[in-house]
T-cell receptor, first 114, second 113 residues
Framework: EAQVTQNPRYLITVTGKKLTVTCSQN?????MSWYRQDPGLGLRQIYY???????DKGDVPEGYKVSRKEKRNFPLILESPSPNQTSLYFC?????????????FGPGTRLTVL | DAKTTQPTSMDCAEGRAANLPCNHS???????VYWYRQIHSQGPQYIIH???NNETNEMASLIITEDRKSSTLILPHATLRDTAVYYC??????????????FGQGTILTVHP
């Protein structure tokens, strides 16, 4: 089944404790991105990647890092989480070449930073 | 990308058609209209997109006015599982799906039994 998976789905952590949220897709998509969703602010893009080893900042990149060493994986790294990073996070992927016009989203990771 | 305006919420009876409007009066000639929905904090799901012609797929129909300044998403026979937030997004590029999606506040559609 074509899908985007994220782990963990739920995470409660404390300020300053480094964490990684993994994202993996099995559709051989070139493009992957991370969004965060907050009440009243909608979904905002954090980082995106056009292909392996190619990443760039989205609208709200501060406090986050990403890497794209393999085509299928795009982990989101919070080196020193703070309470304002408490949010619902979504990973998404899409193809540049298939002609399909949809982005596929993962199920979400709900992060709480105390 | 052009800004869109959608009603905050709408109700629909189960089995009836749900018609969700979207205004995009500043849309440019190369911008497409996309619709996504989000069911209760799940990941957003693509529904349909179009440039200027009406479009239909297994999920919905999209009606775009001739001047392209507004559109309507139609769910022909709404079910309880269609209760969700529906996002109308206008962006460049209908031939490729990659690139940032700019989500607004969307329309909360509630389907009643």
């Amino acid at each position: 089944e074509a899908q985007v998976t994220q782990n963990p789905r739920y995470l409660i952590t404390v300020t300053g404790k480094k964490l990684t949220v993994t994202c993996s897709q099995n559709m051989n998509h070139e493009y992957m991105s991370w969004y965060r969703q907050d009440p009243g602010l909608g979904l905002r893009q954090i980082y995106y990647s056009m292909n392996v080893e190619v990443t760039d900042k989205g609208d709200v990149p501060e406090g986050y890092k990403v890497s794209r060493k393999e085509k299928r994986n795009f982990p989101l790294i919070l080196e020193s989480p703070s309470p304002n990073q408490t949010s619902l996070y979504f990973c998404a992927s899409s193809s540049r070449t298939s002609g399909r016009n949809e982005q596929f989203f993962g199920p979400g990771t709900r992060l709480t930073v105390l | 990308d052009a800004k869109t305006t959608q009603p905050t919420s709408m109700d629909c009876a189960e089995g009836r058609a749900a018609n969700l409007p979207c205004n995009h009066s500043t849309i440019s000639g190369n911008e497409y209209v996309y619709w996504y929905r989000q069911i209760h904090s799940q990941g957003p799901q693509y529904i349909i997109h179009g440039l200027k012609n009406n479009e239909t797929n297994e999920m919905a129909s999209l009606i775009i006015t001739e001047d392209r300044k507004s559109s309507t998403l139609i769910l022909p026979h709404a079910t309880l599982r269609d209760t969700a937030v529906y996002y109308c997004i206008v962006r460049v590029g209908g031939g490729t799906s990659y690139g940032k999606l700019t989500f607004g506040q969307g329309t909360i559609l509630t389907v009643h039994p």
